[in-house]
């Protein structure tokens, strides 16, 4: 069932009697907007944090655990040319407990945690602040320190042609010293009443009575934006390159190509074979040739974002065989182009594809997800039989043809000065 709740705020309630929880998640999207994404990050830490009814951690997490030991989540993401601000809260059904109104509390929560922040004339609370924006700084710091993480957000800012795109979707650290309780209120009133909103209720429910007590959220109406949501790299011949020393004793070599395969479009499930059989699975070429045959790389793997029709390949490796890494991965993406693979490996990979699916019907955030990333492509929900089929029904020569679209666009290199 889906119902407009305001102009731009649609509530979407899956009855489903797989859980014994009820999962009721709050998405807010806006079109990426480089100054942006670093408050919208803190503002997610913030609604995890406390409120103004709550103002402690400790009062906070005491509402959480008389609701049952209910679990509180709230996170940041990008889709294409969306960004994603999702608060996630997860129940016991109250069929299962004595006491019968949880799910009415735990609704009453999350308007008390969204429209009472802990905020005072137009600012955030100045402590609560100031430890979230520190918070925010260790986690920045963090990234630098863990290599693998800091060579993928250096492959983006190297491959993608704006702003936008470059910047991951947490942020970053450059952008903290800007921010400040009132211009960060400003920006959580824009998400609230500006954002496009989805909510998702899922689990054992009446509809009808998930419906009634939404309807007394304070909901304005807010612009439906009607923008294709994929972002397209626009066309280059050359390759972008790029070489960075730090001290590490582990190089990273990341690469980037450009596809044609983008979320439930005409080659969408051709290129998740394609994916499977380069670098997505243990017995992908890349796996089973760089890392098992050649013991060129520590790890290697390749993934597709489906909203940018963007692949990435991320490997560590001795920095001395980057070359040969690097042969050996375009090598092996033109025998894909030339059909140089079996159809053990093609079976295997549709086989892998087939058990993550029905893996994902059986958890509540996959299922969620699942349905909010068809609302964004605005169109109708694949059923996972049909999706199954889709998968079974890709052919050898498709394979081909979508690796014959893949095109290097851009080299990482990272590596200790030592070598």
């Known amino acids: 069932m889906q119902i407009n709740l305001a102009k731009g705020v649609k509530l979407h309630v899956m009855p489903t009697e797989k859980f014994k929880t009820v999962t009721i998640t709050i998405k ?36 959480l655990s008389e609701l049952y030991g209910a679990r509180l989540s709230t996170s940041v993401s990008k889709k294409g040319k969306y960004h994603i601000i999702s608060v996630s809260m997860s129940i016991v059904n109250e069929k299962y407990l004595r006491e019968k109104d949880i799910l009415e509390k735990a609704i009453a929560f999350l308007e008390n945690i969204l429209y009472y922040p802990n905020a005072y004339h137009e600012a955030f609370h100045s402590e609560t602040f100031k430890r979230e924006i520190n918070n925010l700084r260790d986690e920045y710091e963090a ?14 800012e190297l491959y993608f042609d704006t702003e936008e795109q470059k910047i991951p979707s947490f942020g970053r650290e450059e952008d903290l010293n800007a921010i400040t309780p009132e211009n960060l209120y400003k920006a959580y009133k824009r998400m609230l009443y500006k954002n496009e909103i989805d909510i998702f209720v899922l689990g054992d429910v ?15 109406d807010r612009e439906i934006n009607t923008q294709n949501p994929f972002y397209k790299l626009k066309k280059a011949t050359d390759i ?26 005409s080659n969408y499930y ?10 997505g699975y243990p017995h992908s070429k890349l796996f089973m040739n760089v890392r098992e045959k050649e013991s060129l790389a520590y790890t290697i793997s390749s993934g597709i974002d489906t909203f940018t029709g963007s692949m990435f390949v991320y490997s560590g490796i001795d920095q001395k065989e ?29 086989e892998l594809l087939k058990n993550s699916l029905y893996h994902s019907a059986d958890n509540a955030n996959s299922m969620i997800e699942r349905a909010y990333a068809s609302m964004i492509i605005k169109e109708p929900q694949m059923r996972i039989e049909e ?29 200790g000065k030592e070598e």
């Open 206 to 220: 009446i509809e009808e009575n998930i419906f009634n007590t939404f309807k007394r959220f304070k909901f304005a």
């Open 28 to 63: 807010f999207k806006e079109i990426l907007d480089a100054g942006h994404m670093t408050k919208r990050t803190l503002i997610s830490n913030l609604i995890n944090t406390n409120s103004q009814h709550y103002p402690t951690q400790t009062d906070f997490r005491n509402a």
């Open 387 to 415: 999706w199954v089929e889709r998968i079974e029904g890709v052919t050898k020569a498709e394979v081909m043809n979508a690796a014959k679209e893949v095109q290097l666009k851009a080299e990482f290199l990272l590596i």
């Open 270 to 279: 051709v290129g998740e074979v394609f994916n499977g059989l380069f670098g």
């Open 322 to 350: 980057a070359s040969h890494v690097r042969e050996i991965v375009l090598r092996e993406l033109d025998a894909l182009k030339q059909g140089d693979f079996n159809d053990d490996a093609m079976k295997q990979t549709k």
């Open 240 to 265: 972008k390159r790029k070489t960075e020393k730090q001290d590490l004793t582990q190089s990273r070599y990341n690469l980037a190509f450009n596809t044609n395969i983008f979320y439930h479009q």
């Open 143 to 156: 990234i630098y320190d863990d290599k693998q993480d800091y060579s993928a957000i250096a492959l983006n």
